[in-house]
């Protein structure tokens, strides 16, 4: 993705982001509006079921913001150009992992981000959707300091499984434990950490009212903060150095001075092609169209091109009713079909030889305890240290207390790179007399044995 290349009429400016379906680039519309585009990784839209999945997936999100914002990064559109698919959103950065890395996250702004993401996500469950990979890569913020969620259902709908809200509560939870341990000690942690445990136990709803209870412990509360933020770490896009504007590498852009005419797939020629069929007058606000199969209207230039296999400027050519001569049309036919039979032989050849892709495997789990008694009315704050293989995929476990509470199970999205994560478990304790609690954390999958792999450790509870 070159800077000053296109897609779709949104010029790239060359800071992009790894995702775990693909690549976030900045970009700026034609009418000069912040702007985000995300590049599919080219395997995870291989297939024809993966493709039909993706565009359910963002025809769900417009049919959701279809009323009114309700906290969804908002989706322009889903293109393909030539071999790639693309999402084009408002714009798509900084994330909350950026603000966390680059330290801009305060306590108001963490605050901010946990009661905002629980009240996006109770809508979207309440329309019986769910994000199914919540994480800080996947909470972006708004220019106006509003926390919004990015890439809602896409990793679970390109690897065919099924998104639920008990994923996102588990997930929610998680990752107001990791912004309760970046805060310390302190009363804004603890309240992040009975916000936590509240919506393990209670739901999101319980623990958005636990942080808007405790909204004294948090100074600069509120979206002024997080836009701030946003704007200090979000630099422009620089265009190309003065040695290379004209050269016939990078030809001047007249719309855009300064910046190379570079196309990327689908910049010109009429080759970005939508793959929603967007709202118009005769349908309702948000309706997005996949119909196909026999008895049904005919089908949009996106299934034809993904069905078929063809290019966008062959669909263009049969709508514009130019058939070719039927002489050209025989050879073609000729051609086309020893062709398809050279495909599909070195395709055939290639999946044999291909080998399987690499999975998330846990190979060791360490618990930790308070190393302190726990007082009076205390919580006991665990962690469970996950070790993997550094793959993609999703951690199964389940949290045993020795009190006989009711286990506490849980999914935690696992992004490529990471080789340790955290699971937390906060266990308050009340009344009086001396208590030995010991906590048990069980890994279900994937482990590297196949079979479930377990640690456990203990605290001391006075009053």
Same mark, same amino acid.
Request: proline share 6%.
């Given at each position: 993705?070159?800077?000053?290349?296109?897609?779709?009429?949104?010029?790239?400016?060359?800071? *992009?982001?790894?995702? #775990?379906?693909?690549?976030?680039?900045? %970009? !700026?519309? @034609?009418? /000069?509006?912040?702007? $985000? =585009? &995300?590049?599919?990784?080219?395997?995870?839209?291989?297939?024809?079921?993966?493709?039909?999945?993706?565009?359910?997936?963002?025809?769900?999100?417009?049919?959701?913001?279809?009323?009114?914002?309700?906290?969804?990064?908002?989706?322009?559109?889903?293109?393909?150009?030539?071999?790639?698919?693309?999402?084009?959103?408002?714009?798509?950065?900084?994330?909350?992992?950026?603000?966390?890395?680059?330290?801009?996250?305060?306590?108001?702004?963490?605050? *901010?981000?946990?009661? #905002?993401?629980?009240?996006?996500?109770? %809508? !979207?469950? @309440?329309? /019986?959707?769910?994000? $199914? =990979? &919540?994480?800080?890569?996947?909470?972006?913020?708004?220019?106006?300091?509003?926390?919004?969620?990015?890439?809602?259902?896409?990793?679970?709908?390109?690897?065919?499984?099924?998104?639920?809200?008990?994923?996102?509560?588990?997930?929610?939870?998680?990752?107001?434990?990791?912004?309760?341990?970046?805060?310390?000690?302190?009363?804004?942690?603890?309240?992040?950490?009975?916000?936590?445990?509240?919506?393990?136990?209670?739901?999101?709803?319980?623990?958005?009212?636990?942080?808007?209870?405790?909204?004294?412990?948090?100074?600069?509360?509120?979206?002024?903060?997080?836009?701030? =933020?946003?704007?200090?770490?979000?630099?422009?896009?620089?265009?190309?150095?003065?040695?290379?504007?004209?050269?016939?590498?990078?030809?001047?852009?007249?719309?855009?001075?300064?910046?190379?005419?570079?196309?990327?797939?689908?910049?010109?020629?009429?080759?970005?092609?939508?793959?929603?069929?967007?709202?118009?007058?005769?349908?309702?606000?948000?309706?997005?169209?996949?119909?196909?199969?026999?008895?049904?209207?005919?089908?949009?230039?996106?299934?034809?091109?993904?069905?078929?296999?063809?290019?966008?400027?062959?669909?263009?050519?049969?709508?514009?009713?130019?058939?070719?001569?039927?002489?050209?049309?025989?050879?073609?036919?000729?051609?086309?079909?020893?062709?398809?039979?050279?495909?599909?032989?070195?395709?055939?050849?290639?999946?044999?030889?291909?080998?399987?892709?690499?999975?998330?495997?846990?190979?060791?789990?360490?618990?930790?305890?308070?190393?302190?008694?726990?007082?009076?009315?205390?919580?006991?704050?665990?962690?469970?240290?996950?070790?993997?293989?550094?793959?993609?995929?999703?951690?199964?476990?389940?949290?045993?207390?020795?009190?006989?509470?009711?286990?506490?199970?849980?999914?935690?999205?696992?992004?490529?790179?990471?080789?340790?994560?955290?699971?937390?478990?906060?266990?308050?304790?009340?009344?009086?007399?001396?208590?030995?609690?010991?906590?048990?954390?069980?890994?279900?999958?994937?482990?590297?044995?196949?079979?479930?792999?377990?640690?456990?450790?203990?605290?001391?509870?006075?009053?």
């Amino acid at each position: 993705m070159r800077e000053g290349a296109t897609v779709a009429g949104h010029r790239l400016t060359g800071r *992009t982001r790894r995702s #775990e379906v693909g690549t976030w680039a900045d %970009a !700026v519309s @034609a009418d /000069g509006r912040p702007s $985000g =585009a &995300l590049r599919f990784d080219p395997p995870a839209v291989a297939t024809a079921g993966a493709r039909e999945r993706l565009v359910a997936a963002v025809g769900a999100d417009l049919r959701l913001q279809s009323d009114g914002p309700i906290g969804l990064l908002p989706v322009i559109d889903l293109v393909a150009a030539r071999d790639e698919v693309w999402l084009i959103t408002t714009r798509a950065t900084p994330s909350v992992a950026d603000l966390m890395a680059a330290g801009r996250l305060d306590l108001g702004g963490a605050a *901010t981000v946990l009661v #905002e993401t629980a009240q996006a996500l109770l %809508a !979207v469950h @309440a329309a /019986g959707a769910a994000h $199914g =990979a &919540l994480h800080a890569g996947t909470i972006v913020i708004g220019e106006d300091g509003s926390a919004l969620l990015a890439e809602r259902g896409l990793l679970r709908a390109l690897r065919g499984e099924h998104a639920s809200a008990e994923q996102d509560v588990a997930a929610w939870a998680a990752l107001a434990g990791a912004l309760a341990a970046d805060c310390g000690q302190g009363h804004a942690a603890a309240a992040l950490r009975r916000a936590s445990a509240t919506a393990v136990a209670h739901g999101l709803a319980a623990a958005r009212e636990t942080l808007l209870g405790e909204r004294g412990a948090f100074p600069g509360v509120g979206r002024e903060g997080l836009a701030h =933020a946003a704007q200090n770490l979000s630099a422009p896009a620089s265009p190309v150095s003065p040695e290379y504007r004209g050269s016939p590498e990078y030809p001047a852009s007249p719309e855009h001075p300064g910046y190379p005419a570079v196309a990327a797939a689908g910049s010109s020629g009429g080759e970005a092609v939508t793959l929603l069929d967007l709202p118009d007058a005769t349908e309702g606000p948000g309706d997005v169209m996949m119909r196909f199969g026999p008895g049904v209207p005919t089908e949009t230039t996106a299934a034809q091109i993904w069905r078929s296999g063809q290019t966008s400027a062959a669909v263009t050519a049969t709508h514009a009713g130019r058939p070719a001569p039927r002489r050209r049309r025989r050879r073609s036919t000729a051609w086309a079909g020893t062709l398809l039979l050279a495909i599909l032989i070195a395709a055939a050849i290639l999946w044999l030889r291909q080998a399987p892709a690499a999975s998330l495997a846990v190979s060791d789990v360490d618990v930790k305890a308070p190393s302190k008694t726990v007082r009076c009315g205390g919580t006991a704050d665990f962690v469970g240290i996950v070790t993997t293989n550094g793959e993609a995929g999703t951690i199964r476990y389940r949290w045993l207390r020795s009190d006989g509470r009711k286990p506490v199970e849980g999914e935690q999205p696992v992004s490529s790179g990471n080789t340790s994560v955290d699971l937390p478990l906060h266990w308050n304790v009340k009344g009086s007399g001396t208590f030995k609690g010991t906590a048990t954390l069980r890994i279900l999958s994937p482990t590297a044995s196949g079979k479930p792999i377990q640690d456990k450790a203990s605290f001391t509870y006075k009053c």
